[in-house]
């Protein structure tokens, strides 16, 4: 029953993560690859205020996502200027340098020994410790998350994205302030994601580096790309596929040396044959492949 | 004479030592159609862009009912009234027909995300709004019937009339039309000239880049004449066409 929990609160955190990409990436068009970077960082204060401060959750949690949204402002000030395969590149970099910064700035996140014994959160004088606490508190955020992107998508706002992903020239010319538009649902976003860090941090009690690699990103990517980008339920089939297909790896007995690596090859198959066979993704309407040459 | 509701005047452009446009000047007056034409590279398409703020300009000013536009960028500038379509086609060929004309309309309460969630009561009756008036839009140019089918689904000609709808639906008073009826069969032609002939009606202005002489010769109240960016000739229709200048230069 644990494991059913937990395998559950890691799906929930990863719809967290693909369903916020989902917005920028799938809706906008933008193909961002600073993910993992925003979940590092929303990680990372929630762990560091919790363990210095010893303030409570929801502060750490608003704290977590006002920061990361406004990391997601100054990398999107230069980076949504440029297009394309040049914003991907702009992107790869913020994520890079924000897991040197995790990796490196050892008297402030630890360094590479990470941050141990994040204390348990609190909630209105109850503490989550169980799975199924921590389940249910997953649950919760999650249905907001997915409430919001909702309703963004069905407003006015998501057919501007829609339209800004398909014809930028267009948007402009029917006087949508394109720029402003990008600027906002990359900083959204980015908020998004540090609610994800802000629960894998309180789960999981212990986090390094090493969790918010570029793989990662490119982990959540996939999770887009495949369950399908620039639908709502797209990333949320993908990360329940995406996170129990490697399970299903344990119960076949191999060896967890092996299990990691046929992981990664997994991972990899999947996206080239999603590419090759259906680039719209399980339940996608935008498949980057035909996206990209319109800019 | 009616007062001038664009003028542009003394504009210069030049690409890498090509000039696309010099010392061009003009002016369109309200409720009129403005006809430009020219042979290949005159300039037509790069005055478009300089008058909606895709491309700046190297010299020159553009007043719109006394505003300059010049420096504006392109939003701003469709917000201000001068709206346009392009010669190749843009309409966003994965939303429906329907959704296109509600993308154009101006001034969406629920285009702000604050509106989205705190006052989702006047997103919802503008949006109603918007789509009787696109009902109406699409009902006089007899798209009704494609509504809910996917832009990318309608036929090169509706497409070229459906963006020309878009370009009605932002509000805008003036109306920059890129060869909206380019390599279109006769019937649909007839079709969006008709829609063309009509904008006065419903007070807009019109500037029309068209190769097509016939067609400009049956809904133009004055056309220009450019060459090599700059101006050759101005008057009605039938002027221009008999202008020796004009002549001349088509033969060349």
Known sequence: ?295 | MTVALLEAEGLDKCFDGVKALTDFSCAVHEREILGLIGPNGAGKTTLFNVLTGFIPSDSGRVTYRGRALIGLPPYKVARAGVARTFQILRIVHRLSVLENILLAFPNQPGERLRNVFFRPRICRWQEAENRKAANTLLAEVGLAEKRDDPAEALSYGQQKLLSLVCCLATGAELLLLDEPVAGIAPEMNERILEVIRGLPGRGKSVILIEHNLDAVTQVCDRVIFMDAGAKVSEGTPQEVRNDPKVIEAYID
Request: net charge positive.
């Open chain 1, 1 to 295: 029953m644990e494991y059913l929990l937990h395998i559950l609160i890691l799906i929930g955190i990863y719809v967290i993560l693909s369903v916020s990409l989902n917005l920028i990436a799938g809706y906008a068009g933008l193909l961002s690859i600073a993910h993992a970077a925003f979940y590092g960082i929303g990680a990372y204060v929630v762990a560091l205020m919790a363990l210095y401060w010893e303030s409570p959750f929801w502060i750490n949690i608003l704290c977590a996502v006002i920061l990361s949204g406004l990391l997601g402002a100054l990398v999107g000030i230069p980076s949504l200027r440029i297009r394309g395969d040049y914003f991907v590149i702009a992107t790869f970099a913020f994520q890079v340098i924000t897991f040197s910064v995790l990796n490196n700035w050892v008297g402030f996140t630890g360094g590479p020994m990470g941050l141990p014994g994040i204390p348990q959160p609190v909630i209105f004088g109850w503490k989550v410790s169980s799975h199924l606490g921590f389940f249910l508190l997953v649950g919760v955020l999650c249905s907001l998350i997915l409430w919001v992107s909702c309703r963004i998508v069905r407003s006015p706002f998501g057919r501007v994205l829609k339209a800004i992903r398909e014809d930028e020239v267009f948007a402009q010319a029917a006087g949508k302030n394109v720029a402003a538009y990008k600027m906002f649902v990359f900083v959204i976003g980015a908020g998004m994601a540090a609610v994800a860090g802000a629960m894998y941090a309180y789960y999981i009690s212990f986090i390094d580096p090493t969790s918010f690699t570029v793989m990662e990103s490119i982990f959540i990517l996939s999770i887009v790309i495949i369950g399908g980008a620039g639908s709502l339920r797209g990333p949320v089939v993908g990360a329940v596929v995406l996170v129990t297909l490697p399970e299903m790896l344990r119960f076949v007995g191999l060896p967890s040396s092996v299990a990691a690596n046929v992981r990664q090859i997994l991972y990899g198959g999947l996206l080239v044959a999603f590419m090759m066979w259906r680039p719209q993704g399980f339940l996608g309407e935008y498949s980057f492949e035909k996206g990209s040459d319109r800019g």
